[in-house]
Structures are given as structure tokens and as C-alpha cells.
């Protein structure tokens, strides 16, 4: 299964865009990107996912780069109520294995 | 829509007590999921039901949890006896399939003294 790395923690200014980058260089060509996020005291809430291209829905937008190596989830006017820890999760198609590293804590600051 | 509902949402008990958690995931949902979150970590995978079938249960410790799902709608988690390190946020989550969107409920806090 793929890996992802993300940084420990970021911080970003309330009504700025919050970028939040992922790497999985192991990423397979069949296997999708899932964002998640946690905010205190819930459990993960859904935000988007991809394979290829870029996706955008209501609550933010996934960049994936040509190589598929590494992805940003933007959120495109952060408020205080984005504050939570972002996951980024690589699945195989068909398959039910979600594997949670540790996230970014996403802090946005009045 | 109502999302994955679970309970209780806190529950303190002391080592050695059984303990147990309901979840009922959102209506038409086949697979349904139990995970656990310690501190500081990312939610890890328990078991895995499709329908009333515990379909990957690799993860679960057996010796003192059981999960069961009658029916296929509800399911619930048993931990017995309790641990000191059994203390950790407890998850529950549901998708269409096995390869769809897992959409999660709220958790149950659990704190074993």
C-alpha cells in the first residue's frame, strides 16, 4: 500500500487559501487520493477524493500533480471552523483499506 | 440524511469490567466498519462487516473483543475484561460497499481506570 507524508502541523491566516500538500511517490496508477479531516472530539469527516484529475466540490479542491506523486488539498477562504487534522489517504480501487498516518493540524488564526 | 449515529459518546469504566458500543450507520449502507483512534494517531482499522459478515477481522484483538452485527443494520463492540490500554477513542463507519466512500460517526470515548 502507498504512503503518504504530510507535514506535522500548519498554520493559516483566517479568509486566506490553506494549502495542504501530500506526498505519495509509491502511489500505484490505479489508486486513489482521499482527503479526511478531524475535527476535535469527531470523528473524520469526508472532504473529496481523486484519481487523476483535479476535483472540486463544495468544501475544497484537490490538485494532483501529472505524476501522481504528491497532491494539495486547497481550502480555498479558511475559517476558524477549518481548524482540525487533515488527512491524506491512498486506496486501491475496489478495496476497503484506509490507512491513517498521523495528518496535518491545521491551524487557522484569527 | 442522518450520518453514522453511535453510543455512548463517553464512557468511563474500570479495568477488568466488560464494556460495550452500539453503532447504526446510515440507512442502505452494506459495509460497515469499527476502527480505533489513540491519542495523537490516526484511526486503524478493527473489523470490517459486509451485511452480517465479518468479513476481515484480522485486526481484532479476539482474545477479549468481539464485534457482532445482527441483521446486518446495527452492530456492536464488545471489549472484555477492559485494559488500562484499551483506552481510546472507538469509531464506527459506513459505505455503500466495500470500495465506496467510508463516511464515519462521532466515536465513543473510552476511559479505563
Known amino acids: 500500500d502507498a504512503k503518504t507524508t504530510q507535514p506535522t502541523s500548519m498554520d493559516c491566516a483566517e479568509g486566506r487559501a490553506a494549502n495542504l500538500p501530500c506526498n505519495h511517490s509509491t502511489i500505484s496508477g490505479n489508486e486513489y487520493v482521499y482527503w479526511y479531516r478531524q475535527i476535535h472530539s469527531q470523528g473524520p469527516q469526508y472532504i473529496i477524493h481523486g484519481l487523476k484529475n483535479n476535483e472540486t466540490n463544495e468544501m475544497a479542491s484537490l490538485i494532483i500533480t501529472e505524476d501522481r506523486k504528491s497532491s494539495t488539498l486547497i481550502l480555498p477562504h479558511a475559517t476558524l471552523r477549518d481548524t482540525a487534522v487533515y488527512y491524506c489517504?491512498?486506496?486501491?480501487?475496489?478495496?476497503?483499506?484506509?490507512?491513517f498516518g498521523t495528518g496535518t493540524r491545521l491551524k487557522v488564526l484569527a | 440524511e442522518a450520518g453514522v449515529v453511535q453510543s455512548p459518546r463517553y464512557k468511563i469504566i474500570e479495568k477488568k469490567q466488560p464494556v460495550a458500543f452500539w453503532c447504526n450507520p446510515i440507512s442502505g449502507h452494506n459495509t460497515l466498519y469499527w476502527y480505533l483512534q489513540n491519542l495523537g494517531q490516526g484511526p486503524e482499522l478493527l473489523i470490517r462487516y459486509e451485511n452480517e459478515e465479518a468479513v476481515d477481522d484480522s485486526q481484532l484483538p479476539k482474545d477479549r473483543f468481539s464485534a457482532e452485527r445482527l441483521k446486518g443494520v446495527d452492530s456492536t463492540l464488545k471489549i472484555q475484561p477492559a485494559e488500562l490500554g484499551d483506552s481510546a477513542v472507538y469509531l464506527c463507519?459506513?459505505?455503500?460497499?466495500?470500495?465506496?466512500?467510508?463516511?464515519f460517526g462521532p466515536g465513543t470515548r473510552l476511559t479505563v481506570l
Open positions: 489517504i491512498v486506496r486501491p480501487p475496489g478495496t476497503y483499506k484506509y490507512i
Open positions: 463507519a459506513s459505505s455503500l460497499g466495500p470500495g465506496d466512500t467510508q463516511y
